[in-house]
């Protein structure tokens, strides 16, 4: 998976066509969730969460051997892309090649928009805003999982007001299929997402930081979003609290434990402790040792399966108590 080049739209990650067209009706699978990632800035469906490394890396320290000689095993048969990295090292696009192995019962997609703001000579900019975005992710998402299985969002700096939004729009539209949609989703692991500003000065350092971050376009529509004289950020937030009190789920916020290094003018957090919180109740928070670039990417490999392998054993004993209930 790790070679392959995933476009926009979702993706399905896990389980791949040719693996469940090899099954006999005696070893199907039986899945228990479904688990999208979707990027933020700058970022894409497979980058943001790939890395490249030449030591493959554990994620399930407590897992029995058979099944880590599995994923190693997986990735050792995989052809490497070195592309863009020091020699021998291989591409670990860890959600699709190391996941798996965390939480054998989740089908786990990818979510590809386009949210580049800086524009080449042969590249258009994508105008779309965060409201735009978020109702095309929950469009998108209704049709392609056509199933009952409960849903987890993984979801990286913009990609988490991208879902709050998304999650807005299936609770107001007049449509039944996005409300039964919406109660489908059991839980959201925000990672770095920007979901407030204390003050003006400092919504003012957090445009400021993403600008340095991804060299963004000022005058983009992803960007002014996120301006102080926009209002969006105040709006996607009021609203999302307000649904989380209607219809409270599982939320675990990330946060970037480590300043940006190598990015002229920015040095500290991208999105400081206070604008990481949502600020709920029920709310997990959480550090991540690295930065906000790396914090989904190796660092972040073992904090994030282990909170999807929590959730994945609480939606298994929560079946298991319906089935014989």
């Known amino acids: 998976m790790a070679a392959q080049s995933i476009g926009q739209g979702l993706t399905l990650l896990y389980p791949l066509p040719e693996e469940t067209e090899t099954e006999s009706p005696s070893t199907v699978k039986v899945f228990r969730e479904s688990i999208i990632f979707i990027h933020g800035l700058g970022g894409g469906p497979q980058k943001t969460w790939k890395y490249f490394d030449t030591v493959q890396q554990d994620i399930t320290a407590d897992s029995e051997p058979g099944k880590k000689k599995s994923w190693r095993a997986r990735l050792k048969n995989k052809s490497p892309n070195t592309s863009g990295s020091a020699s021998g090292s291989k591409a670990i696009y860890w959600s699709a090649d190391l996941l798996p192995s965390a939480v054998p019962m989740a089908k786990i997609w990818t979510y590809g928009y386009n949210a580049n703001v800086v524009g080449g000579s042969f590249q258009n900019i994508n105008k779309n805003g965060i409201l735009q975005h978020g109702n095309d992710f929950m469009v998108k998402v209704e049709r392609g999982l056509k199933n009952d299985l409960p849903i987890i969002f993984v979801a990286h700096g913009l990609g988490g007001l991208v879902v709050k939004r998304s999650m807005k729009r299936m609770q107001s539209d007049l449509n039944p299929r996005y409300k039964q949609l919406l109660h489908r989703i ?7 997402t920007p979901h407030r500003g204390s003050d003006t000065a400092a919504r003012v350092g957090l445009v400021i930081n993403l600008v340095a971050m991804a060299f963004m376009d000022t005058h983009s529509k992803l960007l002014s979003d996120l301006r102080v004289d926009s209002k969006i950020l105040d709006l996607i937030q009021e609203d999302f609290m ?20 190598g990015v002229k003018g920015l040095h500290n957090k991208v999105v400081d402790d206070f604008s990481s919180k949502l600020g709920w109740p029920r709310e997990t928070l959480e550090t991540i040792d690295a930065d906000h670039r790396e914090m989904v990417k190796k660092l972040g490999v073992k904090d ?20 014989t209930g």
């Open 304 to 323: 994030i399966s282990d909170v999807l392998t929590a959730l994945e054993e609480e939606l298994v004993k929560d079946s298991q108590k319906s089935e």
């Open 242 to 261: 307000k649904l989380l009190y209607e219809r409270p789920i599982r939320i675990h916020s990330f946060q970037e434990g480590r300043g940006l290094t």
């Open 186 to 192: 059991q839980a959201v692991v925000f990672c770095g």
